[in-house]
């Protein structure tokens, strides 16, 4: 009885894992059916989508940024594969972007310019037989309406000083009339300042040397001012009374006219960066004076004391060269 259970108990078993196996096969060849032949190759999709812009775009516009087509919207992808020649366009190339402010043009140049400077005048025609080189300066600001034209308003200020001939001549003129001795050791300065407006048209030009020429109209005003070396009283650091050698006034004229300008310049620029530029800058001036009646050496027999213009040549025309040299920005 024992013996027959025993059998009983391995035939099940048996049987059990016959089953198991039988299972097994059958999912494996299901498998196997459903798999894709060993040999099979693969397909590979070498087109990528590219984003393209407007043809109106530009970098520097925040009003284009809905010209951008997404990616995932485009409808022309780039082919790796495909035949050369028949690829979209490329993508259009952009230079520096340019960013303009209130303060500029709509060509880049700024809107506004100004000019310092320093010089020398030289006086020519009649006036060189009167007065002597001297100092100048000059100031002014302006509109510039593009690159090539602009307009400054300038104030200038052009010193002489007086021909030893003219001093000796206008002393004699002085003793002559009020004694021998009244007058000695004669000096004086001459000067004209103005204020004109000014054309300016720049000459296109690379890199960072540039040109331009120059021309303006304006009013004029001429002083002579004859002066003699006198004791001046005074005061030291201690409030004591002193007495020191000054120059004083005994003569002045003045004159007042309209005049006219033109000439060239030249500039640079340091640095591609900078907006500075220094200058140099030779004009004529013509100064449009009339002649006054007064006394000379040649006509001083006929003088009386009470005559009030022995300087009659501060209101000639007036015709010099003034040569600047400063700084525009």
């Not at 006219?260 to 100064?287: C, P």
């Not at 009386?304 to 300087?311: H, M, P």
């Amino acid at each position: 009885m024992i013996t027959l259970n025993r059998s009983f108990q391995v035939a099940r078993r048996v049987l059990a894992l016959s089953a198991v196996l039988g299972m097994s096969v059958a999912i494996a060849h299901a498998q196997q059916a459903d798999a894709p032949a060993i040999n099979a190759q693969p397909t590979l999709n070498f087109q990528l989508p590219v984003s393209s812009a407007a043809p109106d775009f530009s970098s520097s516009a925040a009003s284009n940024d809905s010209a951008a087509v997404s990616v995932a919207d485009s409808k022309s992808p780039f082919d790796f594969l495909a035949v050369p020649g028949t690829q979209p366009p490329p993508r259009r190339s952009y230079g520096r972007p340019r960013y303009r402010g209130g303060n500029q043009n709509a060509d880049g140049s700024d809107k506004y310019t100004f000019i310092a400077g320093v010089g020398f005048t030289i006086p020519t025609g009649d006036l060189s037989n009167e007065l002597t080189p001297s100092y100048s300066v000059q100031v002014g600001g302006g509109r510039n309406f593009n690159k090539i034209f602009g307009v400054l308003a300038q104030f200038d200020w052009d010193n002489f000083g007086f021909q030893g001939s003219t001093l000796n001549n206008q002393e004699a003129i002085y003793n002559d009339l009020f004694g021998a001795g009244a007058v000695s050791g004669l000096d004086g300065t001459s000067h004209i300042w103005s204020l004109t407006l000014n054309p300016v048209i720049n000459i296109p030009t690379s890199g960072s040397v540039g040109a331009y020429v120059v021309g303006g109209v304006g009013f004029y005003h001429k002083t002579a001012n004859f002066m003699v070396s006198a004791l001046v009283q005074g005061y030291d650091e201690f409030g004591y009374p002193i007495e020191y050698s000054g120059n004083e006034s005994i003569d002045k004229y003045t004159s007042n006219a309209p005049g006219f300008n033109g000439g060239f310049g030249l500039t640079y620029k340091m640095s591609q960066f900078s907006n500075e530029r220094f200058y140099a800058e030779v004009r004529y001036v013509y100064v449009d004076s009339q002649q006054k009646a007064g006394f000379t050496l040649a006509n001083i027999d006929s003088a009386t004391a009470t005559s009030t213009n022995f300087y009659p040549a501060n209101s000639n025309h007036s015709t010099y060269i003034p040569v600047k040299f400063g700084i525009r920005f």
